[in-house]
């Protein structure tokens, strides 16, 4: 696909948008469809239209999957300190009412960090599994 | 250096102006939540370019204005032409395989030009290259259309573009 | 009020026929270079139609703005598709049927 | 009444389009149906949004037309080179 200039061309000015759409989706969660999950799809999905069209050299390049095993556990760890967080300021577990003086906005910024979590974890691991998709060790 | 710099100045500009036509809040933690959003996807988009040394620039003219309006009424009357061919009974098309003389020096108006070409029913892009064009099209007239260069002159071209 | 609703009720269907008339043109066409063309149909003013004839029952809001721009990416993102099918098609060597007599 | 009409022409269209891809003969012809059913599916949703009166499915409209290029691009990559890990020549 490298050769086809249109593609590239339509690439590069589809990818900010697509990113954008993606982040967008993230949170305006409450508002409308999406979430956390749609989010990381979306956003693994411009990353891959990437890969596609420059070849993997370039993509590896751009997000070595070292880094990308780091954001994976990242979204987890966000998930989990949240949960510990709301624990040690005396509520339950994921208890979001105690992160404000208000239980409503408490509700709001605690659904809106699990989100990123999730939004996080999702993408990256769906580029993980792109990644061991193009992998030519195993195949050959 | 300083193309860079307005490029991405220009497409940050684009891109929160899209957050804000797409979520249409005027909260402070959505506009910040927004300004968040477009840097990162612009310094990906930076790094992106800096990887395969390919930037792309984004302007808007006047000339392009134009242009739109020209393709849109090239496109409508080849749609009234390619659904009068689905219809007619019998023999109802002349497949061509043609090539034309590429008169695009940069790689933006190359691909505005083939991009028209493919959006109007009648005649698809097939292949784009430095020095050709090559278009299949339905019918000998839109293939007599495109060979009279009319298109090809309408494209807008910015020879500034060149220096990425 | 009634007058816009007549006109976006026009654009929908016309949208509507020239749907139709794409779907029976992959049909009708004889090999794949041509019904391009055909789905060129479906992809340009069938779309263009629907959005309007929408934008018109929605009034001025966010959601014809966002009408608005699936149009605009369908815009970019179909020619594309369209370029890419073919020109993949003519490397991997798939003949096209031409008129004999040019 | 003009929206049951549209989602009936639409979903029309669809089945010829599906069609063609059942019965096309090369690979190609499969792809560029599905192209189509793509189109065509982003416009059912957009108008079965304003039909509902939930302007904010247009969202996924949105979504699916951006990501409906994406399809073909993989599709495409796959049936030339049998593979995702190749490049392709270059030009």
């Excluded at chain 1, 979306?42 to 990308?68: D, N, T, W």
């Excluded at chain 2, 891109?15 to 477009?38: K, Y």
């Excluded at chain 4, 080179?81 to 030009?91: A, L, P, V």
Aim: charged fraction near 15%; hydrophobic fraction near 50%; include cysteine.
């Amino acid at each position: 696909m490298k050769h086809n200039l249109v593609l590239r061309f339509i690439t590069k000015y589809l990818f900010p948008v697509i990113a954008l759409f993606a982040l967008y989706v993230q949170f305006h969660g409450d508002y409308g469809p999406g979430g956390g999950f749609q989010a990381g799809v979306i956003l693994s999905v411009a990353f891959i239209l990437y890969a596609m069209v420059f070849g993997m050299e370039s993509m590896e390049k751009v997000l070595p999957l070292g880094l990308l095993r780091t954001l994976a556990s990242t979204g987890v760890l966000i998930y989990a300190a949240t949960g510990v967080t709301t624990l040690l300021m005396g509520g339950n577990f994921l208890d979001y009412d105690i992160l404000s003086q208000l239980p409503i906005q408490g509700q709001h910024i605690g659904i809106m960090i699990i989100e990123l979590g999730v939004g996080i974890t999702v993408s990256a691991v769906m580029l993980i599994i792109f990644y061991a998709f193009t992998d030519r060790r195993n195949y050959d | 250096m300083s193309y860079t710099v307005k490029h991405n100045i220009s497409l940050t500009v684009l891109l929160f102006a899209l957050w804000f036509g797409l979520s249409g809040l005027f909260d402070v933690l959505m506009l910040s939540l927004g300004i968040a959003s477009t840097l990162l996807v612009v310094y990906f988009s930076y790094r992106m370019d800096t990887i395969d040394r390919q930037k792309h620039p984004a302007r808007l003219t006047l000339q392009l204005l134009r242009f739109w309006l020209f393709l849109s009424r090239e496109v409508i009357s080849a749609n009234i032409d390619v659904v009068r061919r689905i219809f007619r009974p019998g023999k109802n098309i002349s497949p061509q395989l043609f090539q034309l003389p590429m008169t695009k020096k940069t790689d933006l108006a190359r691909v505005i030009y083939a991009n028209s070409i493919t959006l109007t029913p009648g005649t698809v892009c097939v292949k784009v290259n430095r020095k050709a064009i090559t278009v299949h099209s339905l019918s000998k007239e839109s293939a007599d259309d495109l060979r009279s260069g009319r298109m090809a002159d309408a494209v807008p071209e910015d020879e500034r573009d060149e220096e990425t | 009020m009634i007058f816009v609703e007549i006109i976006s009720w026009i654009f929908i269907f016309t949208g509507a026929l020239l749907g139709i008339a794409g779907g029976i043109g992959i049909h009708r066409f004889p090999d794949f270079y041509s019904r391009l063309h055909a789905v060129g149909i479906t992809d340009t003013m069938c779309a263009g139609c629907f959005i309007i004839g929408l934008c018109l029952q929605t009034g001025f809001t966010i959601a014809s703005l966002k009408l608005l721009l699936i149009f605009v990416f369908l815009f970019f993102s179909c020619p594309t598709a369209t370029h890419a099918l073919a020109d993949t098609a003519m490397l991997s060597g798939l003949k096209a049927r031409l008129d004999k007599e040019q | 009444m003009i929206f049951t009409v549209a989602t009936f022409a639409i979903l029309v269209t669809i089945s010829l389009g599906l069609a063609r891809a059942l019965m096309g003969p090369t690979v190609y012809d499969r792809i560029l149906a599905v192209n189509m059913v793509g189109t065509k599916t982003v416009l059912l949703i957009a108008v079965f949004a304003v039909l509902s009166g939930r302007t904010n499915m247009i969202d996924i409209a949105l979504t699916y037309a951006l990501i409906n290029l994406v399809g073909v691009v993989a599709v495409l990559k796959f049936v030339e080179q049998g593979n995702f890990y190749t490049d392709g020549e270059d030009d």
